[in-house]
């Protein structure tokens, strides 16, 4: 099982922006797919963006697509999501996951391991 630990998260003003890292265990990180999903107040969590072990052909939920950008440091261990141009409506608690069924990116079912949470709220 990975462990997977997510940071960064907090209270920013609409326009502002955060890094989100989510520092994973085991020593083949670099083969992990990884993912960003978010869960806004009372609503069911959503994909936000994928990446692949290579870290080339990210894939985006429209919502964000432009403002937010995901990468990964190997020698880290740790996947990232930075999140520019921040709106009221992106405010959630952000989860890493590591995809592990299939090439569905977007579905929360493809996940097998994820992280706590890291709570990021916007104000207008």
């Known amino acids: 099982q990975v462990q997977l630990v997510e940071s960064g998260g907090g209270l920013v003003q609409a326009g502002g922006s955060l890094r989100l890292s989510c520092a994973a265990s085991?020593?083949?990180?670099?083969?992990?797919?990884m993912g960003w999903f978010r869960q806004p107040p009372g609503k069911e969590r959503e994909f936000v963006a994928a990446?692949?072990?290579?870290?080339?052909?990210?894939i985006y939920a429209d919502s964000v697509r432009g403002r937010f950008t995901i990468s990964r440091d190997n020698a880290k261990n740790t996947v990232y999501l930075q999140m520019n141009s921040l709106k009221p409506e992106d405010t959630a608690v952000y989860y890493c996951?590591?995809?592990?069924?299939?090439?569905?990116?977007?579905?929360?079912?493809?996940?097998?391991?994820w992280g706590q949470g890291t709570q990021v709220t916007v104000s207008s």
């Open positions: 085991g020593r083949t990180f670099s083969e992990y797919r």
């Open positions: 996951a590591r995809r592990a069924y299939g090439s569905t990116v977007y579905l929360p079912s493809s996940y097998s391991d």
């Open positions: 990446i692949s072990w290579t870290g080339v052909n990210n």
